[in-house]
Every structure is written in C-alpha cells, then in structure tokens.
C-alpha cells in the first residue's frame, strides 16, 4: 500500500534554512513525479518544487527558485526539499505527492497520491 510521510516542519527566523523529507512507501517510483506543494492559510495549494524519478529533471515555483533545492535518495525512495533563506511568505502546510506521467507539471490537480503535511512556520 502506498504511503506518504512527510517531516521536517518547524518554526524558523527570517533568513533560516529547513530541510523536508517526503518518504515514500509501498510503491515502486520508476518513471514517477514527486513534488512539494504548499497551502498557506485562506490561500488555494500550489506547486513549490518536482523531481522526476527517471533523470531526475527538476522544476520549481518563481516564487522559491534559487532559494529551495529539490533532491532526491533513490535508494531509500527518500525526496528532499532543501529550503534556504526563508521568509514570512514561505509559512504554510508542506505536503508530498506522486503521479506517474510523462507530463511535467506544478498544478497540484494533477497528482493523485498525498502525505499529511508538514508545518512550515517563518517569522519575522
């Protein structure tokens, strides 16, 4: 059965840095999609970061390009998301999520399989 776990959540200053960690269980990730996506309170979720399973293409948000590094341990079907310099804007629910397509994309309505999240929280 395949299953989620997100961590790494947790309360930082202006300018820290934070690494999550999306485990993924049950499922073998050959030619998959793994991305991060974030909801901040009131706000619709959107896509922050994607690794492709395959060679490892990565693509990432405006918003956090050069600041957030995607990375991923095939071994241990472990994705990281590296996250440097953070900001107030930054705060939200982290979450994980695989589809397998060959299609690269962001939009969260594209992925079919889901972790809880994980808390960020960046204070000023």
């Known amino acids: 059965q395949l299953r989620i776990v997100e961590s790494g959540g947790d309360l930082v200053r202006l300018g820290g840095s934070l690494r999550l960690s999306c485990a993924v269980s049950?499922?073998?990730?050959?030619?998959?999609?793994i991305g991060w996506f974030r909801q901040a309170p009131g706000k619709e979720r959107e896509g922050v970061s994607m690794?492709?399973?395959?060679?490892?293409?990565?693509i990432y948000a405006d918003s956090v390009n050069g600041r957030f590094t995607i990375s991923r341990n095939g071994t241990k079907n472990t994705v990281y998301l590296q996250m440097n310099s953070l900001k107030p804007e930054d705060t939200a629910v982290y979450y994980c999520?695989?589809?397998?397509?060959?299609?690269?994309?962001?939009?969260?309505?594209?992925?079919?399989?889901w972790g809880q999240g994980t808390q960020v929280t960046v204070s000023s």
């Open positions: 049950g499922v073998t990730l050959d030619n998959a999609q």
């Open positions: 690794i492709t399973t395959g060679d490892g293409t990565t």
């Open positions: 999520a695989v589809r397998w397509t060959s299609i690269m994309t962001l939009n969260p309505m594209h992925y079919n399989y």
